[in-house]
């Protein structure tokens, strides 16, 4: 998944003392990336140790409720880094979640980080393939790695990434453990050396995936540049207003271009 | 053309729906499950026995028990207000002593040696230098104690236990069990309270979550409770029982504010919010152990100087309209005076008195000053001589005791203590609030509910505890 035999220059480490934290100052960036999650998977953590910002961290779930925006400079390259609320789904109508979801469909962040918890990972994965569907350039950050291992669990983070179609970084965000390979792959997935190829929700009744092939086959159709016709599809034959509204206003297109 | 697409789309996907009936969105919601629950059965490898989560789950079913959840709940944060109680005299005095003993003399003499204006250096050190001088002096040390404990007990995952306590008597109100969590945070700040509804997904659940969020005690009012409980009930008993008598009390005002959540939320479910009560999973998270220091520091930064920088912005100019009011004459008497005799017969009917309801309306942009403000018109308004510097002068005694005694002079008696406490925990929220709750709802009417309710209730309050008081008292 990553690129290999370049020696020291792509090696994590060897690239992670030129990371410079901007704190909130996100002007004239060069990639927009958003941090997605559930609820106290340490996002927020994430978010200080790429930043240097002390936004506060808690644990307890529904603690961020905005997004909160932050900077890093990494390779000549600056970073907007924005943190989603916390949210188990996006197929729900309450403000954190709309904030998540409308952020990931219509604000195109160049590269989504999901953060998950090590520990909790088959829950986790519920949000998970629900971005998945969404974008397909996302990087997953398996963190809390130091609890889950104290909870005698291991995880086999190269056959996730292969059945995600996407890298897993493993790390423990709150002792730094794992973030320098967070940012070097965050830049590969940005500037397209690595590209994902994300995982479809496949366990659908047939006559739900058939519904779902017919319409998003209609939707590529019209919309060509439309990159989560899928989830478009799910989401009319969900009924969902805002779906159905940005549709007709052409949101989805003026994102495009 | 564009349109024609959109269309198209649209009613392939309504007639899709058709076809496919009711049971979509269980049907998707499953398909994603089973997906989740295949890829972690190849990849999670579970080593041995889980020796940790046997922990936790023993310590929820304790933190969580039926019988024990309460009382450990009140324990716990009578521990942390005991502390917080005992911990911050000896600071507070020394910043007093400091602030007021002796910068506060030195920049009077340095205004008298370069020829300032009388008025100029009334405005300036008696008006905005004393009002952030009290504040920094009696803020800092509750506020450095009291938030690094509760961003501990935060870290360490206590916080959704004492929501799942508490779901069961919100939902049983008629609102969202979620409600627990941004009543917590209101003990912290009304104002955060009041965003952290964002969480709650019912528009109306949501609405009686930030209409009652002001009944939460904030950290601009545990001060002014701490005070009084100090001054007029620990008095009451031998002073080594005094802190624990006034943490008591302390407590039995925070549960009354809870009660009242609960009884206001009851009251708005049940008439003008009517409607279904929302289910949700409350996830309790594992428990971690706190990073101590970081906690502290982090916590001192982040919570303890922003809550305190808010206060000294607000509390600069209330003390520049304390000094104005107190000064400026109509008529031989100062506008203070002329409001606090204007108020004092509506006040004395509450068992409060006229300074007290002239100090809320001046403070109304920070609980925290109601204190300085309160002693300052007192002293004013009496004209006593002696003590304070002169009219429309904040300042700071040297102990309770003389704070209680020019409370005493000033007519103050147990009632009015109480009553004091009841108030502060009843009143509209400060104005950050206010503007945050109209943010949040985009509403002025309700904006204006839930500003003018607690001050309401807090009348009605107050009034039926003075009358039974003095007919009991004869």
Not at chain 2, 126 to 140: F, R
Not at chain 2, 388 to 397: R, T
Not at chain 2, 435 to 447: F, L, R
Request: hydrophobic fraction near 45%; include cysteine; proline fraction near 4%.
């Amino acid at each position: 998944m990553e690129a290999h035999d370049k020696g020291c220059e792509t090696c994590a480490f060897y690239n992670a003392a030129h990371l410079k934290k901007l704190g909130v100052n996100t002007e004239n960036a060069d990639y927009v990336i958003a941090l997605a999650g559930n609820p106290n998977t340490g996002k927020s953590t994430v978010f200080n140790a790429l930043t240097g910002l002390r936004q506060h961290t808690g644990n307890w779930p529904g603690k961020t409720v905005t997004r909160a925006e932050g900077g890093y400079a990494y390779n000549d390259k600056k970073y907007r880094l924005i943190d989603l609320p916390g949210t188990y789904s996006l197929l729900s109508t309450s403000e954190d979640e709309e904030v998540a979801r409308n952020f990931i469909l219509f604000g195109r962040p160049d590269v989504t980080v999901i953060v998950v918890d090590a520990s909790r990972l088959e829950r986790n994965l519920n949000l998970v393939l629900q971005v998945l569907e969404i974008t397909d350039r996302a990087v997953l950050c398996l963190n809390l790695m130091d609890e889950a291992k104290r909870h005698g669990i291991a995880i086999d983070d190269r056959s996730l990434a292969r059945e995600l179609g996407i890298p897993v970084v493993a790390a423990s965000a709150r002792s730094q453990e794992g973030i320098p390979e967070l940012i070097q792959t965050i830049e590969e997935v940005a500037n397209g050396t690595i590209r994902c190829k994300p995982h479809r929700i496949k366990n659908l009744p047939k006559e739900l995936s058939d519904a779902v092939d017919k319409l998003s086959a209609q939707i590529s159709k019209n919309f060509p540049d439309l990159p989560n016709s899928r989830w478009v599809a799910m989401r009319l034959l969900d009924g969902d207003a805002d779906v159905r509204k940005a549709l007709e206003t052409g949101e989805f297109l003026t994102a495009t271009a | 053309m564009k349109k024609d697409n959109t269309d198209k789309i649209l009613e392939m996907a309504s007639s899709l729906r058709w076809e496919m009936g009711q049971d979509y969105h269980d049907k998707l919601t499953e398909g994603i499950y089973a997906d989740a629950s295949a890829i972690s059965g190849k990849v999670v490898i579970q080593e041995g026995v889980n020796t940790n989560t046997t922990f936790d789950r023993k310590l929820d079913q304790i933190l969580t028990s039926r019988k024990f959840g309460f009382p450990i709940m009140l324990f716990i944060l009578s521990v942390v207000l005991w502390l917080t109680i005992q911990g911050a005299n000896v600071p507070s005095g020394l910043l007093a002593d400091l602030l007021l003993g002796n910068i506060h003399p030195w920049l009077k003499g340095l205004a008298a040696a370069v020829n300032m204006p009388w008025w100029l250096d009334g405005f300036l050190i008696d008006g905005v230098y004393m009002a952030v001088a009290w504040v920094v002096s009696v803020m800092l040390p509750p506020m450095a104690i009291f938030f690094p404990l509760f961003t501990l007990l935060e870290d360490f995952g206590y916080l959704p236990r004492v929501a799942f306590n508490l779901d069961d008597w919100f939902r049983r109100t008629g609102a969202h069990g979620k409600q627990a969590l941004t009543m917590t945070m209101g003990w912290g700040c009304n104002a955060a309270g009041v965003v952290a509804t964002r969480i709650i997904d019912s528009p109306r659940e949501r609405l009686i979550a930030i209409i009652t969020n002001n009944f939460s005690l904030c950290n601009g009012r545990w001060p002014t409770q701490i005070l009084i409980a100090t001054i007029f009930i620990g008095a009451l008993v031998p002073s080594s029982l005094s802190s624990l008598v006034s943490t008591a009390t302390v407590i039995s005002v925070a549960m009354l504010g809870v009660f009242f959540m609960f009884l206001s939320s009851w009251l708005l479910s049940r008439t003008v919010l009517k409607g279904q009560v929302s289910t949700f999973n409350l996830e309790l998270p594992p428990y971690r152990p706190p990073r101590f220091w970081q906690t502290l520091y982090t916590s001192l930064i982040d919570r303890t100087l922003i809550v305190l920088w808010r206060a000294v912005v607000f509390a600069a100019p209330a003390g520049a309209v304390i000094w104005l009011i107190s000064n400026i004459s109509i008529s031989d008497s100062s506008i203070a005076n002329w409001s606090i005799d204007y108020l004092d017969g509506f006040g004395w009917l509450l068992g409060l008195n006229g300074v007290i309801l002239l100090a809320y309306i001046v403070a109304i942009p920070a609980n925290e000053i109601i204190i300085p403000t309160i002693l300052m018109l007192t002293v004013a308004n009496l004209n006593m001589m002696g003590v304070g510097a002169g009219d429309g002068v904040m300042f700071e005694l040297d102990s309770d005791t003389e704070t209680g005694d020019i409370l005493r002079s000033g007519g103050w008696t147990l009632l009015t203590g109480v009553n004091l406490m009841l108030f502060s925990l009843l009143h509209n929220p400060c104005s950050t609030t206010i503007y945050t709750i109209y943010q949040e709802t985009k509403s002025w009417k309700w904006t204006a509910v839930a500003s003018l309710m607690p001050l309401m209730l807090g009348f009605i309050v107050t009034f039926l505890v003075a009358q039974v008081w003095r007919i009991i008292a004869g």
